[in-house]
């Protein structure tokens, strides 16, 4: 999917566009006031203050028409310069333009603005040198924004589109948007049925109906085994905390407007926590360790809580609740090296688990020259930073280097995927730190009996679950695999009436859940054709279709998801090929 703010031909286009839109919509509602029409990353949008009129559908197709004759008029676009006081004069009846005049630099001198036609826009360009560059144009959706991103304020409409040189690109880019909507976890999630939203509940809370917490369990379960296995120590924790365990962590300090506030009982105030780490340093400082101990890697699929805004908000994959498959390791400086190794082993065999082979690794640096949201100890950031490098580099990780991305308390290593819809994304990360140990009092006794501080690996494989769930479902388009699938077989005789049969069709479900299968028997008078289409949408990895020829025969004719024909094969044979597929994942 293209980038339209970092691709510059197409960031000048569509910023011209969404002028061309705000002058369509001017001359549609001639009271209009506009906020900011930006370029963002999926094209452009228009803040707008239309009064009591909030856009439908209809409203956005009359738009993109009048829209459609701006640019057909071919008028061309002129940039001049103007004085702060001949801006405020010319804006003086748009409120939202005079708060922009007014926020300028106190040194602004000149302002630049836009003429096209009958309309005019304060803006620093550049644009394109007449309107009908801006034809090939779609407007794609259309919501309520708050003036500035803020609740107290006003809701004005937002409307986005896109625009290309060529009906062309346009014509492809809107099939991809067409792809990107049939793989939308929302629309699949509702779909299959997996997860819910209740604006009761909260905005940005999702709740998992059965088949979607069987694939979460399912999640779990694999890496709590893939973990078991390295020799971490899985625990659980509350997902409160005292605002003096954050104040000492420092997450009060550098991360505070990303939690929710506060909570007063019984004169102590506590939070819901938006990560773990602060627990698990309680727990590693619980009791004395020895050298010989190290390292201690404590995991666990914990709950935490972010204060997201609402415009962030997509679904599983980003929410104010979500539970992160989370672990803190610690070891001594020299066990460093041999510990992210085997981080970044566990990271890429479960991708290799997944079929994921499209990502790459970041080192996220601080940013030196906007030290303000790190912790204040720049030898500390020299040392962990180093030896982060110098690790990756000896163990063979090819990676690049981000100024600014550092976790508050450390440098880390993030491994970015990108989604077959989207931008890029980070599902695990790997961090280094020797900040959180000292803020703890942590210590270890070394072969010497003398006290000594931990280094702190923090560490997160499939990151948040609830996002790793939506990355896999866009990927395979709710299709599955069966160890993951939530109904791995579904039975169906071909006739309900049938005793016989339905005792046959009853053996094939019993042998299936003896096996630990997740078999559903559809025993509903609806007709075969009609379940068998409820099975597709539910993507059903298997469909096991019995007749009395199968019945005869002691056989069982199975269809799989996705395809036409059906294959027939011994009663025990069918059993075992899907305990067999469940059991290696998919794997030949």
């Known amino acids: 999917m293209v980038n339209f703010k970092e691709d510059e031909s197409l960031n000048t286009l569509n910023h011209s566009c969404a002028h061309m839109m705000a002058q369509a919509v001017k001359h549609l509602y001639p009271n209009a006031k506009f906020w900011v029409g930006p370029v963002v990353e999926e094209g452009f949008y228009y803040d707008m203050d239309l009064g009591d009129v909030m856009l439908t559908d209809e409203d956005v197709a009359k738009i993109e028409k009048e829209m459609k004759k701006v640019a057909k008029s071919g008028c061309k676009i002129y940039r001049r310069e103007i004085s702060k006081a001949e801006a405020l004069e010319m804006f003086k009846d748009d409120p939202y333009k005079i708060d922009l005049i007014n926020n300028m630099d106190e040194d602004t001198q000149t302002i630049s603005c836009y003429d096209q036609g009958d309309f005019t826009d304060l803006c620093r360009g550049p644009h394109v040198d007449n309107v009908k560059l801006c034809r090939y144009f779609k407007l794609i959706k259309h919501s309520g924004a708050y003036w500035k991103g803020d609740a107290e304020n006003q809701v004005l409409n937002r409307v986005y589109g896109v625009c290309f040189p060529t009906q062309e690109q346009l014509d492809e880019h809107l099939a991809l948007l067409e792809e990107a909507k049939e793989r939308d976890h929302r629309k699949i999630g509702k779909d299959m049925q997996l997860f819910m939203a209740d604006d009761l509940i909260g905005r940005g809370l999702p709740m998992y109906l059965p088949n979607g917490y069987t694939i979460w369990t399912e999640l779990e379960n694999y890496i709590r085994n893939k973990e078991r296995k390295l020799g971490y120590l899985h625990v659980m924790t509350p997902c409160v905390g005292t605002v003096q365990l954050y104040q000492t962590s420092g997450h009060w300090d550098h991360y505070k407007e990303n939690m929710f506030p506060a909570m007063e009982v019984e004169g102590e105030n506590f939070v819901l926590r938006p990560m773990n780490c602060p627990h698990h340093m309680r727990i590693f400082a619980n009791r004395p360790h020895s050298y010989k101990e190290l390292p201690i890697r404590i995991a666990e699929i914990a709950h935490d809580f972010r204060f997201e805004s609402s415009g962030t908000l997509?679904?599983?994959?980003?929410?104010?609740?979500?539970?992160?498959?989370?672990?803190?390791?610690?070891?001594?400086?020299?066990?460093?090296?041999?510990?992210?190794?085997?981080?970044?082993?566990?990271?890429?065999?479960?991708?290799?688990?997944?079929?994921?082979?499209?990502?790459?690794?970041?080192?996220?640096?601080?940013?030196?020259?906007?030290?303000?949201?790190?912790?204040?100890?720049?030898?500390?950031?020299?040392?962990?930073?180093?030896?982060?490098?110098?690790?990756?580099?000896?163990?063979?990780?090819?990676?690049?280097?981000?100024?600014?991305?550092?976790?508050?308390?450390?440098?880390?290593?993030?491994?970015?995927?990108?989604?077959?819809?989207?931008?890029?994304?980070?599902?695990?990360?790997?961090?280094?730190?020797?900040?959180?140990?000292?803020?703890?009092?942590?210590?270890?006794?070394?072969?010497?009996?003398?006290?000594?501080?931990?280094?702190?690996?923090?560490?997160?494989?499939?990151?948040?679950?609830?996002?790793?769930?939506?990355?896999?479902?866009?990927?395979?388009?709710?299709?599955?695999?069966?160890?993951?699938?939530?109904?791995?077989?579904?039975?169906?005789?071909?006739?309900?009436?049938?005793?016989?049969?339905?005792?046959?069709?009853?053996?094939?479900?019993?042998?299936?859940?003896?096996?630990?299968?997740?078999?559903?028997?559809?025993?509903?008078?609806?007709?075969?054709?009609?379940?068998?289409?409820?099975?597709?949408?539910?993507?059903?990895?298997?469909?096991?279709?019995?007749?009395?020829?199968?019945?005869?025969?002691?056989?069982?004719?199975?269809?799989?998801?996705?395809?036409?024909?059906?294959?027939?094969?011994?009663?025990?044979?069918?059993?075992?090929?899907?305990?067999?597929?469940?059991?290696?994942?998919?794997?030949?």
């Not at 990502?359 to 030290?371: E, I, K, N, W």
């Not at 720049?378 to 040392?383: A, G, Y």
């Not at 609830?466 to 160890?483: S, V």
């Not at 539910?538 to 269809?559: D, F, M």
Request: glycine share 6%; with cysteine; proline share 3%.
């Open 314 to 588: 997509k679904g599983i994959e980003r929410g104010r609740h979500f539970c992160q498959n989370d672990s803190h390791i610690f070891c001594t400086q020299e066990q460093i090296k041999s510990e992210v190794k085997s981080v970044c082993d566990l990271i890429f065999s479960t991708y290799e688990d997944f079929g994921i082979t499209d990502y790459r690794c970041v080192l996220s640096l601080r940013d030196p020259a906007d030290t303000k949201k790190y912790h204040q100890d720049d030898e500390m950031w020299n040392t962990a930073e180093q030896a982060l490098r110098e690790t990756l580099q000896e163990i063979g990780i090819e990676f690049t280097e981000e100024i600014g991305e550092a976790a508050f308390y450390g440098p880390k290593l993030d491994v970015n995927v990108k989604p077959a819809i989207g931008n890029e994304i980070t599902l695990s990360t790997c961090q280094l730190d020797f900040c959180l140990p000292a803020k703890f009092d942590l210590t270890y006794t070394d072969a010497d009996s003398n006290k000594q501080t931990p280094v702190v690996i923090h560490r997160a494989i499939l990151g948040s679950l609830d996002r790793f769930m939506a990355y896999i479902l866009e990927e395979t388009k709710g299709n599955l695999p069966t160890w993951l699938a939530p109904t791995q077989v579904k039975v169906l005789p071909v006739k309900n009436d049938d005793a016989d049969l339905n005792a046959y069709s009853q053996k094939l479900v019993d042998a299936l859940a003896d096996a630990d299968v997740r078999v559903e028997f559809d025993t509903r008078s609806e007709k075969l054709g009609y379940k068998m289409r409820e099975a597709q949408i539910q993507k059903v990895p298997y469909l096991a279709v019995l007749g009395k020829n199968e019945e005869a025969e002691g056989t069982v004719s199975y269809r799989l998801h996705g395809e036409q024909g059906t294959t027939t094969v011994k009663f025990d044979e069918f059993v075992e090929l899907i305990v067999n597929e469940i059991k290696t994942k998919g794997r030949k």
